[in-house]
């Protein structure tokens, strides 16, 4: 079984700040973990995931994330907040050796809020 | 067309009713997964379709909910007697293989009334 725990359901940064957005796993298999951005009115988008191979790992929009294994942690960050970050943010985990890497586990999600 | 579709992207029904929500995959898509997602949740999973049949339904929470695909492209959610727990946005995607991205559609946004 997976988990996936998202410490904060809100995050607020200034514009030009760094962006931390935190995601703890929990998974009995190898896994696979993903981030993924829901904009308002608008389905999900992945930014980045991880499969096992590079563990820092880079998506779109500058954002990167790095698995740390002794961690249990997937972390995101990005170096500058822009306003256009403003959105809901989405940890997740499946699986790695079942087939169904797009079974996903998903956080509960953070909300981030961008001010000038 | 590009994206996956979903519709209605909105719908309002009463407590009881029956409603069906319909999703287009990317054409070439084989898998095609079924998410549900409450206010301040993230999305739960409900059931995953490798071609026409349902590879694991795990996620579907009682015998009310049913899901079909059976020309392996198009899925239909069905729900019998809807309660107003059912609320929730309904989200789908679909993948290339079960191993590959999952891209998701807007979702159908259900109020049961």
């Known amino acids: 079984a997976q988990s996936v725990t998202q410490l904060g359901s809100h995050v607020s940064v200034s514009e030009g700040a760094l962006v931390l957005l935190r995601c703890n796993y929990s998974?009995?298999?190898?896994?696979?973990l993903f981030w993924y951005v829901q904009y308002p009115n608008q389905g999900l988008q992945l930014l980045l995931k991880y499969t096992s191979a590079a563990t820092l790992v880079k998506g779109i929009n500058g954002f990167e994330a790095e698995f740390k294994k002794s961690e249990t942690s997937f972390h995101l960050t990005k170096p500058s907040a822009h306003m256009s970050d403003a959105a809901e943010y989405f940890c997740a985990v499946s699986p790695l050796n079942t087939g169904t890497a797009s079974k996903l586990t998903f956080g509960t999600g953070t909300r981030l809020q961008v001010t000038l | 067309g590009a994206g996956v579709s979903q519709t209605p992207s909105n719908k309002v029904t009463e407590k009881g009713k029956y409603v069906e929500l319909r999703c287009d995959p990317i054409s070439g898509h084989t898998a095609l997964y079924w998410y549900r997602q409450s206010l301040g949740q993230g999305p739960e999973f409900l059931i995953y379709?490798?071609?026409?049949?349902?590879?694991?339904d795990s996620g579907l929470p009682n015998d009310r909910f049913f899901a079909v695909r059976p020309e392996g492209s198009v899925s239909t959610l069905k729900i019998q007697r809807t309660e107003r727990g059912d609320s929730a946005v309904y989200l789908c995607?679909?993948?290339?293989?079960?191993?590959?991205?999952?891209?998701f559609g807007q979702g159908t946004r259900l109020t049961v009334v």
């Open positions: 998974s009995s298999v190898p896994p696979y």
């Open positions: 995607a679909s993948s290339l293989t079960g191993d590959t991205e999952a891209f």
């Open positions: 379709f490798q071609g026409t049949g349902a590879a694991d």
